[in-house]
């Protein structure tokens, strides 16, 4: 079975530029997530989808962050126009269920640098 | 607002020996908590869970305890490997929630 997958593994642009990130989720897993980790600082939560719709996207840092998911399956991450205070490492999870007793899967994440 | 917290960026344990990695956290409503173990360009990959009805729960050389009424978990892996060496992660999650909250990681040597 395939796990997390991201895409691209690194990017590195200027900034005002625009990225998108792309995951796709292990197959059949309703529960798609979206974190961050700046600077070895935690792993932060941006936002959550369950199938094509967002559940929670309160950890979105602001409106230069679009997620989408669509038909519920891959998801993309658009930031546009990044700053330097974007960089970080972009890890997307996925999981069947939710909520206690429930693992999520990592991708291998995207490491993002703006300069 | 950070409601896991790891206070040991790294920790270096000798092979053969115990290494234990600490977490804390200052939600209540967390009830159900899991190690991720993340290696270099890695995503983090799970290692093991603890519900909060339980303190103790072990899976091979890995046992988490937690003890709720001080807010704190903690891993122990005995005997430590080389191949041990990694960051580890402590996430929690509530009843309610829809996402895992992580902290800091701890960045662990274990020398051969």
């Not at chain 1, 991201?6 to 900034?15: A, M």
């Not at chain 1, 529960?31 to 929670?56: A, C, P, T």
Request: net charge neutral.
């Amino acid at each position: 079975e395939a796990g997390v997958t991201q895409f691209p593994s690194h990017s590195v642009i200027e900034k005002g530029q625009t990225v998108t990130l792309r995951c796709d989720p292990i197959s059949g897993h309703d529960n798609l997530y979206w974190y961050r980790r700046v600077m070895g600082k935690e792993i932060k939560f941006l936002l959550h989808f369950v199938k094509e719709s967002k559940q929670d996207e309160s950890g979105m840092p602001n409106n230069r962050f679009l997620a989408e998911r669509t038909g519920g399956t891959y998801s993309t991450l658009k930031v546009q126009p990044a700053e330097l205070e974007d960089s970080g490492v972009y890890f997307c999870a996925s999981s069947q269920v939710l909520g206690p007793g429930t693992e999520a899967f990592f991708g291998q994440g995207t490491r993002l640098t703006v300069v | 607002d950070q409601q896991v917290k790891q206070n040991s960026p790294s920790l270096s344990v000798q092979e053969g020996r115990i290494s234990i990695l600490n977490c804390d956290y200052t939600n209540s409503m967390f009830d159900y908590f899991l190690w991720y173990k993340k290696y270099p360009a890695e995503g983090p990959t799970f290692l093991i869970s603890i519900s909060s009805i339980k303190d103790k729960n072990e899976d091979g050389r890995f046992t988490v305890f937690l003890n709720k009424s001080a807010k704190h978990l903690s891993l122990h892996i005995v005997p430590s490997q080389p191949g041990d060496s990694a960051v580890y992660f402590c996430a929690a999650i509530s009843n309610t929630g829809n996402q895992f909250y992580f902290g800091t990681g701890t960045s662990l040597t274990v020398i051969p």
